[in-house]
């Protein structure tokens, strides 16, 4: 089936710029997404860009897309530690459902 | 807007009862709901999908008859989990699509569910 992989944890300072990283193996991805969780809590989605787009920003969030090696980035500028959460990538494909990575736990320290 | 709540947040039953869990799109309606199921500190899987009026689609490896799901409306969604053991527990999440808005999964709270 199709797989999608992320690194599990991710350390920064409040005020860096985060970036999590994201690969996936399904070529006929339609739409890739970044969706947060909190502690307990179900998912948000943060922002999601269509297979046919390099970059998209919003606000704090930079999300690039490199289609050619299946690679998808998500840049959280002047972290905060309300970002502490977990991040997940996931790729919508052929069958119109998604597909999740693990999760990427960033921890932001003051 | 996009809002959807689930009902309740968390469970705890003893083994053999049945536990039924509702999924709701507060200010939409949902063509189509997802059922999901994430053990901790692990993704999301996708159990089920389910359009409104019709039989829901399980994936492969999901047992339909354990785990009961309606979409009688366009805003509600329940999954029963029948004759809960304790490998059950989990934590249970919906997600509900509107018909336009394709591209775009809105999830609720999730609801843990703990099997004695």
């Known amino acids: 089936g199709e797989d999608v992989e992320q690194s599990l944890f991710l350390s920064v300072r409040e005020g860096d710029s985060s970036v999590i990283n994201c690969t996936y193996t399904?070529?006929?991805?339609?739409?890739l997404y970044w969706y947060k969780q909190e502690p307990g809590a179900g998912l948000q989605l943060l922002t999601y860009?269509?297979?046919?787009?390099d970059m998209k920003q919003d606000q704090r969030l930079t999300v690039l897309l490199n289609k050619k090696d299946k690679h998808l980035s998500l840049r959280i500028a002047d972290t905060q530690t309300g970002d502490s959460a977990i991040y997940f990538c996931?790729?919508?494909?052929?069958?119109?459902?998604?597909?999740f990575g693990k999760g990427t736990m960033l921890l932001v320290s003051p | 807007g996009a809002v959807v709540s689930q009902h309740p947040s968390w469970v705890i039953c003893k083994s053999g009862t049945s536990v039924k869990i509702e999924c709701r799109s507060l200010?939409?309606?949902?063509?189509?709901m997802f059922w999901y199921r994430q053990f901790p500190k692990q993704s999301l899987m996708l159990m089920a999908t389910?359009?409104?009026?019709?039989?829901?689609?399980?994936e492969q490896g999901v047992e339909k008859d354990k785990f009961l799901i309606n979409h009688a409306s366009l805003t509600l969604s329940t999954l029963t989990v029948t004759s809960a053991h304790p490998e059950d527990s989990s934590f249970y999440i919906c997600?509900?699509?509107?018909?336009?808005?394709?591209?775009?999964?809105?999830f609720g709270p999730g609801t843990r569910l703990l099997v004695l």
């Open positions: 997600s509900a699509r509107t018909g336009i808005e394709q591209e775009t999964q809105y």
């Open positions: 399904d070529s006929s991805s339609t739409y």
């Open positions: 860009i269509f297979s046919n787009m």
């Open positions: 996931a790729e919508k494909g052929g069958y119109s459902t998604l597909t």
């Open positions: 200010d939409f309606q949902a063509t189509t």
């Open positions: 389910s359009n409104e009026g019709s039989k829901a689609t399980y």
